[in-house]
């Protein structure tokens, strides 16, 4: 038999931010909890608003499956005396396990012949499970701030006021931060019931939507975007696409309706990123725009409510806005009158970190490293305009603009070095230096703006790692993964030259510990963003493995790895590739360069031949990026090395020939590193060699 069960947790405001990830960790930890306490179950799904989390599985098994369990006693050959009378050993266990010796019977194991019993375990009931798994489960869950508010000092987001528990009709009973669970909704805070009954899965949908709360995030999504669809006809325009904004608006509304406004045309003479932001970082609103990009004095707000027949609050967002935006214009014309040079001095009283000093120093720190990376990105950025980007890139921290749109921290320089004249790659590159913002973002659009992209976020992590401020679990105060994140997206998408190792050794603050640490960190951060561009794990492990310094080599290695992996020749080489690592691992003394080719057998002299003449030619390609091109030179060895293993024993006992076989399969070894660890590519199925060889 199964069931449906509901589970709906009710609290004050979640912060909406925080919805997207905790519903995927619901899903994944609640489903995790009963493949665990084996209750089959057909489908599960976490559903929510800010102020309810909610699961809802389908076909719950009413009973946990029953499995067989063996419990060993005693080893059979001390199991009995020599009469053929149970030991002592034996009536102990016996006796212990509330059975007679006739019980017991011998079992087969690794270890040899055993003596026990088999029993079933399992068979407890759902309603059981859920109701001892659910309150710690929930209280498990990841939100970046909790709080607590009675005198247990038990920690959640925000307040729990109701739990609903249902599975089939039936309440399951548990108390969770001292609520019990009952079969008791809340609809709409203002608009709906605060006491609804529910019957069922079902039934919560249809009582939740008749007291004004749309339980599932997808259908709220799909109502605000039919309604912003709508209000963009009625204006003649579109609206410019925000999909964080929809996510947040999704998540604050449990019965969203748009409504539309507008704000003064003498506003558009701010620049089009301040009114945007404007409207978005403080109201929530969407912008509308013409077909040709010009942006519209109107505005979208998504209202928790059910409509607003008299405007009454149309006209109080209108009301809000113009206050806001009548701020930013004045804060927009009041910055200009200090430039953003004279404002760099400003910075020295605006700390960036207790441990690693003022705004300020970060400056005069980045300065010396700029160069740095101006020089191994090759993105030859004039030095008067590396300097000045850098030098201004954090003036406007100390405008008033900035000050009440954070959000406009880096635009808003860029704006204004644009209006104090300076030239594309000076204010674009201010303008970019936070970019890529996420993963979707795009890099800078200058090579000065990349420059300073990279060095702002090195500059970070660098003195982060060395003053022991490092990441741990989900613990990243100063987002340092995003950060590194940056830099690794920055030089793939603009597939720019560099060196970490070079990088690190140009700041004094990275010890030996220090540098050892990120270079772990950051390799992690490539992997995943090699990952992400669609190539397959074990490719991007294969080149990792080998060297990581250099991003766009990386890239340029794992693309011909990925071009020539099904080819059947390095299928087969890979495998070889495997048993030579670790014949490898068995050495156990130096392994010297072979020098010439007397004494050895035809198999190994044809190998160590193709060796020394394909090693320099791997080395040229590589140097000269043509890694598909090694690859294929490395891939046609296969005959020789097939020879060498089907006729050739490498561990021979004379340990001269041994350790000379082991020195030509080393420098076929080090060949291959030089594009990557062939024996990390993964082959799903191949005919076993004909022979060892060892």
Known sequence: MSSAFLLEVGCEEIPARAMGPVLDELKKKFGGMLVEQKLSFDAIQTLGSARRLVVHVAGLADLQEKEKVTTLGPPQRIAFNDDGQPSRALLGFARKSGLRVDDLRVFDTERGKYMGFESEAGGRSASEILAEGIPPLIASLTFPKTMYWDDSRREFARPIRWVVALLGPSVVPFNLYGVPSGSTSAGHRILGSQAIPVPNFDGYLKRLEANFVLVSQESRREKIRGELDAACGSLGGRMIPDEDLLDEVVYINEYPTVVVGGFEERFLDLPPEVLITAMREHQKYFAVETADGTLLPNFLGVMNTKGDPRGSIR????????????????????????????????????????????????????????????????????????????????????????????????????????????????????????????????????????????????????????????????????????????????????????????????????????????????????????????????????????????????????????????????????????????????????????????????????????????????????????????????????????????????????????????????????????????????????????????
């Open 315 to 694: 006209k109080g967002h209108e009301r809000v806005l113009k206050a806001r935006l009548s701020d930013a214009l004045f804060f927009w014309e009041a910055d200009g009158r200090q430039t953003l040079a004279d404002r760099v001095d400003g910075l020295a009283s605006v700390t960036f970190h207790r441990k690693l000093g003022s705004y300020k120093d970060k400056i005069d720190r980045m300065l010396g490293l700029a160069n740095t990376v101006n020089a191994l990105t090759g993105a030859a950025v004039p030095p008067e305009t590396l300097e000045a980007v850098v030098a201004w890139s954090k003036s406007d921290l100390i405008t008033d603009l900035v000050g009440e749109f954070a959000g406009l921290q880096g635009i808003a320089g860029g704006l204004y070095a644009r209006r104090e004249g300076a030239g594309d790659d000076v204010w674009k590159a201010i303008y970019d230096q936070y970019r890529p913002a996420g993963l979707d973002d795009r890099s800078p659009e200058t090579a000065s703006g990349a420059v300073l992209a990279l060095t702002d976020r090195l500059d970070t992590v660098f003195g982060c790692f060395s003053a022991g401020l490092i990441p741990k679990g989900s613990a990243d105060p100063l987002a340092l993964r995003r950060q590194t994140q940056g830099i690794v997206k920055i030089l793939l998408d603009r597939e720019m030259p560099f060196s970490l190792d070079a990088a690190i050794a140009a700041d004094p603050r990275m010890n030996e510990t220090a540098a050892e640490l990120f270079r772990g960190f950051y390799r992690d951060r490539l992997k995943f963003m090699l990952g992400r561009m669609g190539f397959a794990y074990d490719e991007v492990n294969a080149v990792v493995a080998t060297d990581s310094d250099n991003p766009a080599e990386v890239l340029k290695r794992v693309r011909a790895l990925h071009a020539v992996r099904e080819s059947p020749d390095l299928i087969v080489i890979a495998t070889a590739f495997k048993r030579i690592k670790n014949i490898l691992k068995q050495a156990d003394t130096p392994l010297d360069a072979v020098v010439g080719f007397k004494g050895m057998e035809l198999e190994e002299e044809a190998l160590a031949r193709s060796v020394a003449e394909l090693r320099p030619r791997v080395e040229a390609f590589a140097a000269g990026g043509d890694y598909s091109v090694a690859l294929g030179e490395m891939a046609a060895l296969r005959p020789v090395v097939d020879a060498f293993f089907d006729k050739i024993l490498v561990m021979h006992r004379d340990p001269a020939i041994r350790a000379r076989r082991l020195s030509i399969l080393k420098n076929l070894f080090e060949t291959f590193l030089q594009v990557a660890d062939i024996s990390e590519v993964v082959v799903a199925s191949q005919d076993p060699p004909a022979s060892t060889g060892v």
